[in-house]
């Protein structure tokens, strides 16, 4: 079954510090993951997306690492900031059962930046 | 360019009533696809459409509809209401089928079912 599981499912961190977020996931094959922000009762906005070749890709204080070989990946916020506080959402493109790739979505990290 | 719109942001509604969302996506973008987000259960896959057709479905009941017109718009439909339909509904499109190409989601149609 394909399953994309995130750890932790909480985390309180202060300004400033960095974190770094987990994803596991036993889609295959494999084709893509994403890992998307979403601020409270808002649509999830895209932060990297990484295919099989990219090991770690970054948008500005967010970094994104992929091991396709034990399937994890990583988001590391450097320098935390108050409007980081949000859910993060790992999101694995694969397992096709035809034509068209699925999306496996993890129940996500919520992260909260304290003063 | 305009991001992905949807309407209405907010409704109430009763159960056994039904209601229809609209999509707009990015201009140029053909797939659509429809999620729901509940706090206990994270985003769930309703369904995909691109090029008027729907391409994938997730594990929802018959209640749950949707179509895609000619301009890309889409419309999600739900019969017969339940309280456990309350949810924060949004849709994304991508340029390409949403398994391969970058999806860009809408703000959301709070949906509350009393």
């Known amino acids: 079954k394909n399953q994309v599981e995130q750890s932790p499912q909480s985390l309180i961190i202060l300004e400033g510090k960095n974190c770094t977020l987990q994803c596991n996931y036993t889609v295959s094959p494999f084709s893509n993951l994403r890992w998307y922000k979403q601020d409270t009762g808002r649509g999830p906005v895209s932060l990297t997306i990484m295919t099989f070749s990219e090991n770690t890709k970054s948008n500005g204080r967010y970094t994104a690492t992929l091991d396709a070989d034990t399937k994890q990946s990583s988001l590391h916020i450097t320098a935390s900031q108050l409007s980081d506080s949000a859910s993060y959402i790992c999101v694995v493109s694969g397992g096709n059962t035809g034509t068209a790739s699925k999306l496996t979505f993890g129940t996500g990290t919520r992260l909260q930046v304290t003063l | 360019k305009a991001g992905v719109t949807q309407t209405p942001r907010y409704l109430i509604k009763t159960r056994g009533q039904q209601v229809t969302l609209s999509c707009s996506p990015i201009s140029g973008h053909r797939s659509v696809s429809w999620y729901q987000q509940t706090p206990g259960q994270g985003l769930q896959f309703l369904f995909e459409?691109?090029?008027?057709?729907?391409?994938n479905k997730g594990n929802f009941p018959g209640r749950f509809s949707g179509r895609q017109f000619s301009n890309s718009r889409s419309e999600m439909n739900v019969s017969t209401l339940e309280l456990g339909d309350s949810a924060l509904y949004l849709c994304?499109?991508?340029?390409?089928?949403?398994?391969?190409?970058?999806?860009?989601f809408g703000p959301g149609t709070r949906l509350t079912v009393l």
């Open positions: 994304a499109s991508s340029s390409g089928l949403a398994g391969v190409n970058e999806q860009f």
């Open positions: 459409y691109f090029s008027e057709t729907q391409r």
